[in-house]
C-alpha cells in the first residue's frame, strides 16, 4: 500500500443564519489533550482556520519590508556557482504570487510562505509560525541511514539502532507501531532494525532522498541536504543526542505512512513489504488547548515576545526568558541579556533541538576531561595521542565559563599527551560568533590571521530605513549604546573602533546583483578582540595535526571557525556518511551575523520609527522571521560574499553498520584514514587523494 499525502478542506463553523443546521465537529476538540494522534486527525485541526485576509496582508507586509535587512535576498535569486542549481528564489516575486492567490485555509496560506523561504536553503532566512510548525511532530519508528559496504557499494538501511531509540523515546506509543505491523511480523518492530531498504513507497530510495534534498532547506549544498534525510548524534548541553532525520521526523503532519520494501537482516534474506503509519506527537513548544477556539488563542496570536519594544519606553514591560526565536533555534537555550551583549550567528529550523537520547551503547564509553562543559566534551582516545572535542554548538549558558572551558579543555588535552586533534562540529548550528573567533585563535596561537580578526569582515544591508535607523541614532537616539546599529559597537575595515557619532553604513557601496540595485554599508572588521580572557601566546596544535568533522551540518557560527581554519590555515576537513558520487561541504549556511524580525524591530521602534513607511508593522501571528543581517566576505576572493563560494570536504568518509552514529568509532577511523593511512601512503611514494580528486602532499 503507498500512503496517500492527503490534504484536508477546511471546516468552517456554522453562522447564526445557519444555527439549525448540524455543527461541524470540531477536529481541535477531538485531540485536544491526547499527546499521540494520527497524521490526520491533527491535520484537520490545523485546517480548521480559513484565511483572513487581514492576516494575509500583515504577514505578506512583515515579511516583504523585513527582507530589506536580509543582505542575500538578491543573492538567493540565482546563485552563483557552485550553488546555480541549488539557490534560484526570489522571495519578493513569490510573496507577490502570494498575496492574491486563492487558499483554503490559513494552514495552506503558511505552508505556501513557508516551502517560499525553505528554497532559499538558508538557515538564516526562514519564516515560521508556533500555530503550525512542530505543533504536532510526526515520527515513524525507522530512522534510516546510509551505509557502505567493504566493496564499495551503498545502501539505504534502517538504522540499526532503530529500535533501541524507538522504544525508548516513544514507549507509549510503539505498542501502536508494534500492532500495525503485517501479520508475519506483528511485536517483531526489533527485527527490521539494521534491515536493508530496497525501495521506498515503490521506488529506490534514492528518489526520496533526493525529493527530500530539494525541500527540507536550510543549507546551500545538495550534499548536506541530503545527509539530513538520515538520522545522526549531537552533543547537547546536557548530554549525547540522537537526529532522526527528516524520514523518520516530520514537522507538519502531511504524511500518513510509508510503504517499505526492506531486506531483513535475520540470516535468510527475507524480503517484507512493510506498511507503518507515522504518529503525530504533541509539541514541546505547544500550548494546551481544549477547542478550536482555545488552540487558536493559544498558540497563532502573537505575545509579547512575537514583536519588537522600545528599549527607551519606560512604560514597555518586557517579560522574562526565552525570546520569541529560541525555541527554533538550533543552539541550547540562551540567557537573553547574552544573546543581546554577544552577537550570534544561528540557523534557524521548524525542528527544534532535539532531545532523543542517544543510546548508550552509541554514546563515547572514554572519560570526557573535567574541563568538559555543556555542549562541549574533551575527550584522550585510547592511542593516547589524538584529542578530542565534541562541540555540539558554539553557544552555552554562560559565554564566559565557555570561553574559559575551551581554554582549559585544550590544554588539559596537551597536558594528557595529545599531539592532534579532531574537532567534531556534527549537527552544529552555530552560536556565539566570538566563541568561533576564539576557538580559532586558542588551536592557531597569535598569527597575522588572528590578530587583531580571527573571523571575517563584514558589511549591512544600506537599504533606505537601515540608513534611517543610523541616522537616528548619530543624533543621539541610542544614549546607552543599547542598539546594533550603533557604530560604536564595531570596528572599521583597518580594525579601529569607531567613535561616538560615526556611521556603520557610509560611504553606502551601491551594487547591481541578478539585475537589481542593491546598497550595502562600510566594511566592518573584527568585533571579537580584546577578548575578555587571555589567551595563551603559542596555539595547542598545528594545522596540519587537526581535522574538523562533520555530517555537513556545520552552520553559522560553525561555518565561520571551520572555513577559516581550512582556507587560511589549511586544517583539514571530513564529511561523514555522504553519498559517494556527490561532492560533500564541510561548512554552510555562512552569513556574518543572523538576526530576526523582533530584534529588528527593537531597532525601528527604539529610534521612533515605526511610523515610517517602510517599517513592518506588528506580526497579528505568533510567527518568526529569521534573516541574515551581516554579509561575511571570502578569503580566497574577499571581494564576493564566503557564502557562495567553495567549501568541498577534503574527505567524504562513508559509515558502516560497525561505525555508524557511533562518535568514538567515528573518530578513530577518521584519525587513522587521515594520519596513519596517510603517512602510510607518503612514505611509500603513493600521494593521498582527496574528495576533489587532488593529490595532497604532507607540509
Same mark, same amino acid.
Given at each position: 500500500?503507498?500512503?496517500?499525502?492527503?490534504?484536508?478542506?477546511?471546516?468552517?463553523?456554522?453562522?447564526?443564519?445557519?444555527?439549525?443546521?448540524?455543527?461541524?465537529?470540531?477536529? *481541535?476538540?477531538?485531540?485536544?489533550?491526547?499527546?499521540?494522534?494520527?497524521?490526520?486527525?491533527?491535520?484537520? *485541526?490545523?485546517?480548521?482556520?480559513?484565511?483572513?485576509?487581514?492576516?494575509?496582508?500583515?504577514?505578506?507586509?512583515?515579511?516583504?519590508?523585513?527582507?530589506?535587512?536580509?543582505?542575500?535576498?538578491?543573492?538567493?535569486?540565482?546563485?552563483?556557482?557552485?550553488? &546555480?542549481?541549488?539557490?534560484?528564489?526570489?522571495?519578493?516575486?513569490?510573496?507577490?504570487?502570494?498575496?492574491?492567490?486563492?487558499?483554503?485555509?490559513?494552514?495552506?496560506?503558511?505552508?505556501?510562505?513557508?516551502?517560499?523561504?525553505?528554497?532559499?536553503?538558508?538557515?538564516?532566512?526562514?519564516?515560521?509560525?508556533?500555530?503550525?510548525?512542530?505543533?504536532?511532530?510526526?515520527?515513524?519508528?525507522?530512522?534510516?541511514?546510509?551505509?557502505?559496504?567493504?566493496?564499495?557499494?551503498?545502501?539505504?538501511?534502517?538504522?540499526?539502532?532503530?529500535?533501541?531509540?524507538?522504544?525508548?523515546?516513544?514507549?507509549?506509543?510503539?505498542?501502536?507501531?508494534?500492532?500495525?505491523?503485517?501479520?508475519?511480523?506483528?511485536?517483531?518492530?526489533?527485527?527490521?532494525?539494521?534491515?536493508?531498504?530496497?525501495?521506498?513507497?515503490?521506488?529506490?530510495?534514492?528518489?526520496?532522498?533526493?525529493?527530500? =534534498? &530539494? %525541500?527540507?532547506?536550510?543549507?546551500?549544498?545538495?550534499? %548536506?541536504?541530503?545527509?539530513?534525510?538520515?538520522?545522526?548524534?549531537?552533543?547537547?548541553?546536557?548530554?549525547?543526542?540522537?537526529?532522526?532525520?527528516?524520514?523518520?521526523?516530520?514537522?507538519?503532519?502531511?504524511?500518513?505512512?510509508?510503504?517499505?520494501?526492506?531486506?531483513?537482516?535475520?540470516?535468510?534474506?527475507?524480503?517484507?513489504?512493510?506498511?507503518?503509519?507515522?504518529?503525530?506527537?504533541?509539541?514541546?513548544?505547544?500550548?494546551?488547548?481544549?477547542?478550536?477556539?482555545?488552540?487558536?488563542?493559544?498558540?497563532?496570536?502573537?505575545?509579547?515576545?512575537?514583536?519588537?519594544?522600545?528599549?527607551?519606553?519606560?512604560?514597555?514591560?518586557?517579560?522574562?526568558?526565552?525570546?520569541?526565536?529560541?525555541?527554533?533555534?538550533?543552539?541550547?537555550?540562551?540567557?537573553?541579556?547574552?544573546?543581546?551583549?554577544?552577537?550570534?550567528?544561528?540557523?534557524?529550523?521548524?525542528?527544534?533541538?532535539?532531545?532523543?537520547?542517544?543510546?548508550?551503547?552509541?554514546?563515547?564509553?572514554?572519560?570526557?576531561?573535567?574541563?568538559?562543559?555543556?555542549?562541549?566534551?574533551?575527550?584522550?582516545?585510547?592511542?593516547?595521542?589524538?584529542?578530542?572535542?565534541?562541540?555540539?554548538?558554539?553557544?552555552?549558558?554562560?559565554?564566559?565559563?565557555?570561553?574559559?572551558?575551551?581554554?582549559?579543555?585544550?590544554?588539559?588535552?596537551?597536558?594528557?599527551?595529545?599531539?592532534?586533534?579532531?574537532?567534531?562540529?556534527?549537527?552544529?548550528?552555530?552560536?556565539?560568533? *566570538?566563541?568561533?573567533?576564539?576557538?580559532?585563535?586558542?588551536?592557531?596561537?597569535?598569527?597575522?590571521?588572528?590578530?587583531?580578526?580571527?573571523?571575517?569582515?563584514?558589511?549591512?544591508?544600506?537599504?533606505?530605513?537601515?540608513?534611517?535607523?543610523?541616522?537616528?541614532?548619530?543624533?543621539?537616539?541610542?544614549?546607552?549604546?543599547?542598539?546594533?546599529?550603533?557604530?560604536?559597537?564595531?570596528?572599521?575595515?583597518?580594525?579601529?573602533?569607531?567613535?561616538?557619532?560615526?556611521?556603520?553604513?557610509?560611504?553606502?557601496?551601491?551594487?547591481?546583483?541578478?539585475?537589481?540595485?542593491?546598497?550595502?554599508?562600510?566594511?566592518?572588521?573584527?568585533?571579537?578582540?580584546?577578548?575578555?580572557?587571555?589567551?595563551?601566546?603559542?596555539?595547542?596544535?598545528?594545522?596540519?595535526?587537526?581535522?574538523?568533522?562533520?555530517?555537513?551540518?556545520?552552520?553559522?557560527? *560553525?561555518?565561520?571557525?571551520?572555513?577559516?581554519?581550512?582556507?587560511?590555515?589549511?586544517?583539514?576537513?571530513?564529511?561523514?556518511?555522504?553519498?559517494?558520487?556527490?561532492?560533500?561541504?564541510?561548512?554552510?549556511?555562512?552569513?556574518?551575523?543572523?538576526?530576526?524580525?523582533?530584534?529588528?524591530?527593537?531597532?525601528?521602534?527604539?529610534?521612533?520609527? &515605526?511610523?515610517?513607511?517602510? =517599517?513592518?508593522?506588528?506580526?497579528?501571528?505568533?510567527?518568526?522571521?529569521?534573516?541574515?543581517?551581516?554579509?561575511?566576505?571570502?578569503?580566497?576572493?574577499?571581494?564576493?560574499?564566503?557564502?557562495?563560494?567553495?567549501?568541498?570536504?577534503?574527505?567524504?568518509?562513508?559509515? %558502516? =553498520?560497525?561505525?555508524?552514529?557511533?562518535?568514538?568509532?567515528?573518530?578513530?577511523?577518521?584519525? &587513522?584514514?587521515?594520519?596513519?593511512?596517510?603517512?602510510?601512503?607518503?612514505?611509500?611514494?603513493?600521494?593521498?587523494?582527496?574528495?576533489?580528486?587532488?593529490?595532497?602532499?604532507?607540509?
Amino acid at each position: 500500500m503507498v500512503w496517500p499525502i492527503l490534504l484536508l478542506a477546511p471546516l468552517v463553523l456554522c453562522s447564526p443564519s445557519t444555527a439549525n443546521w448540524p455543527v461541524p465537529t470540531d477536529a *481541535c476538540a477531538l485531540i485536544a489533550g491526547k499527546k499521540w494522534v494520527s497524521p490526520a486527525e491533527a491535520r484537520a *485541526c490545523l485546517y480548521m482556520a480559513p484565511l483572513n485576509e487581514d492576516i494575509r496582508t500583515n504577514t505578506i507586509e512583515v515579511l516583504n519590508k523585513t527582507l530589506a535587512f536580509h543582505t542575500s535576498v538578491n543573492y538567493q535569486i540565482s546563485a552563483p556557482e557552485p550553488f &546555480k542549481s541549488d539557490v534560484h528564489e526570489d522571495l519578493h516575486a513569490d510573496l507577490a504570487r502570494i498575496s492574491t492567490q486563492k487558499y483554503s485555509s490559513e494552514f495552506e496560506f503558511h505552508l505556501d510562505i513557508f516551502h517560499a523561504f525553505r528554497r532559499v536553503n538558508d538557515g538564516h532566512c526562514v519564516a515560521l509560525n508556533y500555530c503550525y510548525d512542530s505543533f504536532y511532530v510526526s515520527y515513524l519508528p525507522l530512522p534510516l541511514v546510509l551505509l557502505t559496504a567493504e566493496d564499495g557499494s551503498q545502501d539505504v538501511h534502517i538504522a540499526p539502532e532503530a529500535f533501541d531509540v524507538a522504544s525508548a523515546e516513544f514507549g507509549d506509543e510503539i505498542e501502536f507501531w508494534q500492532e500495525a505491523l503485517p501479520a508475519n511480523l506483528k511485536h517483531k518492530l526489533e527485527s527490521l532494525s539494521g534491515a536493508r531498504v530496497l525501495t521506498i513507497n515503490g521506488q529506490h530510495p534514492l528518489v526520496s532522498v533526493n525529493a527530500n =534534498a &530539494k %525541500t527540507t532547506g536550510g543549507f546551500q549544498s545538495f550534499g %548536506t541536504r541530503q545527509n539530513a534525510f538520515f538520522s545522526s548524534y549531537h552533543r547537547g548541553s546536557g548530554g549525547w543526542e540522537y537526529v532522526m532525520g527528516n524520514f523518520a521526523q516530520h514537522v507538519h503532519p502531511l504524511v500518513d505512512g510509508v510503504e517499505l520494501v526492506v531486506q531483513r537482516l535475520d540470516g535468510e534474506g527475507a524480503i517484507d513489504i512493510v506498511s507503518l503509519p507515522y504518529r503525530s506527537r504533541f509539541g514541546s513548544g505547544s500550548n494546551n488547548f481544549t477547542d478550536f477556539a482555545s488552540y487558536r488563542a493559544n498558540n497563532c496570536l502573537a505575545t509579547p515576545k512575537t514583536n519588537g519594544h522600545d528599549l527607551y519606553d519606560a512604560k514597555v514591560t518586557v517579560e522574562d526568558g526565552p525570546s520569541a526565536a529560541a525555541y527554533f533555534q538550533q543552539q541550547p537555550p540562551v540567557d537573553p541579556r547574552e544573546a543581546r551583549q554577544h552577537p550570534m550567528n544561528v540557523i534557524l529550523d521548524a525542528s527544534p533541538m532535539t532531545n532523543i537520547e542517544l543510546p548508550e551503547k552509541l554514546q563515547p564509553a572514554l572519560n570526557p576531561l573535567n574541563e568538559s562543559y555543556s555542549v562541549a566534551e574533551f575527550f584522550l582516545l585510547n592511542d593516547n595521542t589524538t584529542g578530542v572535542l565534541a562541540l555540539g554548538s558554539f553557544s552555552a549558558a554562560k559565554f564566559s565559563t565557555f570561553q574559559s572551558s575551551l581554554h582549559k579543555g585544550l590544554k588539559g588535552l596537551k597536558d594528557a599527551g595529545a599531539k592532534k586533534l579532531v574537532v567534531d562540529v556534527t549537527n552544529n548550528g552555530g552560536g556565539f560568533i *566570538c566563541i568561533a573567533h576564539w576557538l580559532h585563535r586558542l588551536i592557531i596561537g597569535r598569527s597575522e590571521s588572528t590578530e587583531p580578526q580571527a573571523g571575517l569582515d563584514t558589511s549591512m544591508r544600506a537599504g533606505p530605513l537601515a540608513q534611517a535607523i543610523v541616522q537616528k541614532i548619530q543624533k543621539g537616539a541610542d544614549p546607552k549604546t543599547l542598539l546594533s546599529y550603533n557604530a560604536v559597537q564595531w570596528t572599521n575595515a583597518s580594525n579601529d573602533p569607531f567613535s561616538e557619532g560615526d556611521s556603520v553604513l557610509e560611504p553606502v557601496l551601491k551594487k547591481l546583483i541578478n539585475g537589481h540595485e542593491d546598497a550595502f554599508g562600510r566594511r566592518l572588521g573584527q568585533e571579537c578582540q580584546p577578548f575578555a580572557e587571555e589567551p595563551p601566546a603559542k596555539g595547542f596544535f598545528l594545522p596540519e595535526d587537526v581535522i574538523i568533522v562533520s555530517n555537513g551540518r556545520c552552520a553559522s557560527s *560553525c561555518s565561520l571557525f571551520s572555513i577559516t581554519m581550512a582556507k587560511i590555515h589549511g586544517v583539514r576537513t571530513v564529511v561523514v556518511g555522504g553519498y559517494q558520487d556527490t561532492f560533500q561541504h564541510y561548512a554552510g549556511v555562512v552569513g556574518g551575523q543572523s538576526t530576526d524580525f523582533s530584534t529588528i524591530d527593537t531597532e525601528i521602534k527604539s529610534t521612533g520609527l &515605526k511610523n515610517h513607511t517602510l =517599517a513592518p508593522p506588528d506580526f497579528m501571528t505568533h510567527s518568526v522571521q529569521g534573516i541574515t543581517w551581516r554579509l561575511g566576505y571570502g578569503i580566497w576572493d574577499p571581494t564576493e560574499p564566503e557564502e557562495w563560494q567553495d567549501h568541498t570536504a577534503d574527505l567524504n568518509f562513508h559509515v %558502516t =553498520a560497525e561505525t555508524v552514529n557511533k562518535p568514538v568509532a567515528i573518530w578513530e577511523a577518521v584519525a &587513522k584514514e587521515i594520519w596513519e593511512v596517510e603517512q602510510e601512503e607518503m612514505d611509500d611514494g603513493h600521494s593521498f587523494r582527496l574528495q576533489d580528486g587532488s593529490d595532497f602532499v604532507l607540509a
